[in-house]
């Protein structure tokens, strides 16, 4: 079963996201509860492509929420960036 990392990065733009949009005290545990599913599903979210082509995404807690991922390698999972998917600029979006 592989190893879910939550980047640094990540976490300064789930801290950010939690703060702008208001969100309750126990975010960082929703989310975290979100990503755990890939220790058992590395492959669960969809692959993204264009510029974000080698990465995978997750809908977090909340329905606009994505979390993007990368499978490393069989041992290692890492959560690379949190989005609000609603924003022209997330991952998801057409570029």
Known sequence: MPRVVVADEAVTELRRIAR???LPSDTHQRV???ASRLQEF???GPALAGSWSGYRFL?????????VYEVVD??????VTIQDARS?????GSR
């Open 42 to 44: 590395p492959e669960l």
């Open 88 to 92: 022209s600029s997330a991952a998801t």
């Open 20 to 22: 702008t949009h208001s």
């Open 32 to 34: 975290a509860r979100s």
């Open 59 to 67: 809908l977090g807690p909340w329905s606009w929420m994505v979390l």
């Open 74 to 79: 069989p041992e290692l999972v890492v959560v």
